[in-house]
């Protein structure tokens, strides 16, 4: 009999739980850090306190997991942040996190503490460790695509691409302007260690003559051949944009090319590096920093758990961490065109 009473009690006690609404979330940012991640850090935070939650900030994402680098945030801590690029919580990337240990480390912090929910917020990597870690231990967890590189499926924009690729374009009209000058070819090379999509947007908002993407196979020779012929009409100033990680190479490596092939012809490179990374974030990163920080407390409230909150054609679309690590975005088949026709 007392038995019986003990069952009903722990059956009860487990129902209770499971349908409490969740009273203590933890939010971090990790990877490549993005402008607009401090925006989304506000918005998590200032949603959750509504909604009567207690947030605690993880320091340097999943390391500070780790390490238990885990603090109480209030709705001061998020002001005047929204304009600044970086990451109040900081980033790392921790290689830790995905052995068997680092993730029973990061479980026994986040236990410690009584987290009972989580919102990521990074690239590929985060929602590669998420879905590893999350697969091991159940938490509820929400993510959101905080990346410059814009290469996740299941959204149209990621946090931090907008203002990485404007950065990108007020950099390469200013090259231009000097290649102009001098009669140049200037290679550019923008950030995508997997992915194209900065170069190729930057490359054609800045009418770049030639843009190159790891998503594309380089055809060194046909470049080569299209500068000559350009310059028997006279054309003697081309801008290429390439992507750190196309498969040919990066700015260093087409420049060697073109001074064996092109003797007579003058190069530069400038390789934009993490400049693309930093700077105040665009409106356009504010907003939707915004509209997925606010999505993601709202998810964990109504047990959308394991999914990462987009924006696919004006509305918020959840797509599952499993399915957002098994593909990348891929480029647009017409824009692959488009850039050949217009550059010529
Ligand atoms: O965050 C993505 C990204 O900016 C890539 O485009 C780039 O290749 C990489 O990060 C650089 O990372 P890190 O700052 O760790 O060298």
Redesign the pocket.
């Known amino acids: 009999m007392t038995f019986i009473f003990c069952l009903q009690e722990l059956y009860l006690e487990i129902l209770f739980t499971k349908n409490k609404p969740m009273k203590r979330i933890g939010v971090l940012t990790s990877?490549?850090d993005?402008p607009g991640m401090n925006a989304a850090i506000r918005a998590v935070l200032r949603t959750a306190l509504y909604h009567k939650m207690e947030v605690y900030g993880i320091r340097h994402g999943y390391k500070g997991m780790i390490e238990g680098d885990i603090f109480k945030m209030h709705s001061s801590d998020v002001t005047n942040i929204i304009q600044r690029g970086g990451t109040i919580l900081k980033t790392a990337?921790s290689k830790e996190f995905m052995t068997d240990e680092g993730m029973a480390k990061a479980h026994e912090q986040l236990q410690k503490h009584n987290i009972e929910g989580l919102v990521l917020i990074g690239?590929d990597g985060t929602f590669r460790g998420a879905n590893a870690f999350f697969s091991k231990y159940p938490i509820p967890a929400v993510g959101l695509p905080g990346?410059?590189?814009k290469d996740l499926v299941g959204t149209d924009f990621t946090i931090g691409f907008d203002t990485a690729v404007n950065t990108a374009v007020e950099a390469i009209d200013k090259i231009h302007d000097t290649a102009e000058a001098h009669d140049r070819i200037f290679i550019v090379e923008v950030?995508?260690?997997d992915a194209g999509y900065i170069a190729l947007n930057s490359g054609i908002a800045c009418g770049a003559d030639d843009i190159l993407i790891p998503e594309i196979r380089t055809d060194i020779n046909r470049m080569i051949q299209h500068i000559r012929s350009d310059e028997r009409r006279k054309k003697n100033v081309h801008v290429i944009v390439v992507a750190?990680?196309d498969d040919f190479g990066g700015a260093v490596e087409l420049k060697s090319v073109f001074d064996q092939q092109l003797p007579d012809l003058e190069s530069r490179i400038c390789v934009l590096g993490?400049i693309q990374?930093g700077g105040a974030p665009s409106f356009a990163d504010r907003v939707l920093a915004s509209r997925l920080g606010y999505a993601a407390v709202l998810a964990l409230i109504e047990k959308k758990y394991q999914m990462m909150v987009g924006i696919v054609n004006n509305e918020i679309k959840y797509t599952s961490f499993s399915e957002v690590v098994k593909q990348n975005a891929s480029i647009p088949k017409d824009l692959q065109e488009m850039i050949m026709i217009l550059a010529s």
């Open positions: 990877g490549g993005s990337r690239g990346t410059i590189d950030m995508g260690r750190e990680g993490h990374r």
